[in-house]
């Protein structure tokens, strides 16, 4: 489980991402990296699935109040992948 982000679980073929409230609040406001307006704090639950080619297969958001951007998605999905799965193609560069 990361400090912030989120929980990934690997599981047939499918990558999850799986965060709460609190670990949203804490990825969007992390020192020297900041997302200032983010969508993604305002969110109860996010979870994101993706298939093995990076392909978003699906997305559930509990309690956003808008709709989440996909540049802020990319952000928030790269920086969770960044330290387990870095080679994963649904992570950006």
Known sequence: MHEFGGAV?????TLS????NHQLVKWAYRPM?????SVLRKC???LAVFADNGDLVELIQNGCTEEIPGNELDAWVSDVLDSNYINHPA???
């Not at 679980?9 to 073929?13: A, K, W």
């Not at 991402?17 to 709460?20: E, H, K, R």
């Not at 990296?33 to 307006?37: E, G, V, Y």
């Open 33 to 37: 990296d900041k997302w200032p307006c």
């Open 9 to 13: 679980v690997y599981q047939d073929g």
């Open 17 to 20: 991402i799986l965060a709460y």
């Open 44 to 46: 109860e639950r996010v």
């Open 91 to 93: 992570k950006r560069n």
